[in-house]
């Protein structure tokens, strides 16, 4: 059996689909299956390299968007796992045209449910969209324990287990995809402010910042690419700021105090399901306010950081809604 999945990655799509399926691929292949991920990819060469340099997947390169050309004439009578938002009626009519059997990942109500099967790894089981899908005939899979954690982010959990807090309050910010000048500079503007040793490391793709001079913020601000190199610093962060998408789960399910800015319309989903089940302060970018009820989050988990105690919030036993075999339970479902 060969099991194709089939994500794109870009400035403007972010590498979290990529990442999703690579975690779904590795399972499946550990099973026994071979595994073909069909992927566009575009400005990102360390992911090009890391899918390149990975033995259990082969990676086939497609331009970004398609579901249809000669480079999907393998997938006849195969399952294909869809995890696009470029997916809607005409791609899966291509698709099921050549025989495959289609399943499609869901993350919010933008998204069609075309499925036939759907999987939905999200914080809330049952989303009045998916309901209304089910009714009308679709299979469909959901809830946080479908939520995927990467090898990587794993291990890091376990080195944080493991590990001894250090004497500085670290900030981690970080948003994939393309940097959002404007929201960069009004949360380096709340972080700007705070007074004593303070570490903060950015992961937004550079150092050009609308409205900034970084050379001259406070405390320490360092500007790193987006990519592998980050998983020391989830290790280490006594804090985070993030987009509310792939990295938002990983934050989570390291109990990572954190806060969270839905950047784009695809988060709102992870967005809400993160304040309704307390895990994390989300903060609207269009709030007038948001600077200033940045401050005030970041500032009281920095007490709490100094004064030697731990925030007994839900954050920080979420683990139990997310584990570590969503990949598994996926796999499960893809093979059955």
């Known amino acids: 059996m060969t099991v194709f999945l089939r994500a794109d990655a870009s400035s403007q799509i972010g590498t979290g689909h990529i990442f999703r399926q690579l975690t779904l691929g590795r399972e499946i292949a550990n099973r026994g299956e071979e595994v073909v991920l069909l992927g566009g990819i575009e400005g990102s060469q360390w992911l090009s390299d890391m899918l390149g340099g990975e033995d259990s997947i082969r990676w086939k390169s497609v331009p970004i968007g398609s579901f249809g050309g000669h480079e999907y004439e393998e997938i006849r009578g195969e399952t294909v796992v869809v995890d696009s938002y470029f997916f809607g009626l005409q791609e899966s009519r291509q698709l099921t045209g050549q025989g495959a059997r289609v399943i499609q990942f869901w993350d919010g109500p933008w998204q069609p449910t075309i499925g036939p099967t759907i999987v939905a790894p999200v914080l809330d089981c049952h989303p009045p969209t998916l309901i209304r899908a089910k009714a009308e005939g679709v299979e469909v899979f959901s809830g ?20 001894t807090r250090g004497e500085a309050f670290r900030v981690l910010v970080v948003f994939g995809g393309a940097p959002n000048p404007t929201t960069l500079s009004w949360v380096l503007g709340a972080i700007s402010h705070l007074d004593g040793a303070c570490e903060v490391d950015v992961f937004a793709g550079g150092p050009e910042v609308e409205g900034w001079d970084v050379k001259n913020l406070a405390p320490s601000i360092r500007f ?34 954190s806060v969270f800015i839905p950047v784009v319309q695809n988060q709102s989903e992870n967005a809400h399901g993160i304040s309704r089940h307390k895990l994390g302060l989300v903060i609207d970018p269009a709030s007038p306010d948001k600077e200033t009820q940045l401050f005030k989050e970041i500032w009281r ?12 919030t839900e954050t920080q036993n979420s683990a139990e809604r997310i584990d570590d075999y969503g990949a598994a339970r996926i796999a499960d479902i893809v093979l059955s």
């Not at 792939?246 to 109990?255: D, G, N, P, R, W």
């Open 144 to 163: 946080p324990r479908l939520i995927m954690m990467r090898s990587e982010i794993q291990e890091v959990r376990r080195r944080r287990a493991s590990g």
């Open 224 to 257: 790193h690419s987006v990519g592998p190199e980050i998983l020391p610093y989830f290790e280490e962060a006594s804090f985070a700021v993030s987009a509310a998408g792939t990295t938002a789960m990983e934050l989570i399910y390291l109990s990572i105090p």
């Open 301 to 312: 988990q920095k007490t709490i950081f100094e004064s030697g105690g731990a925030e007994l």
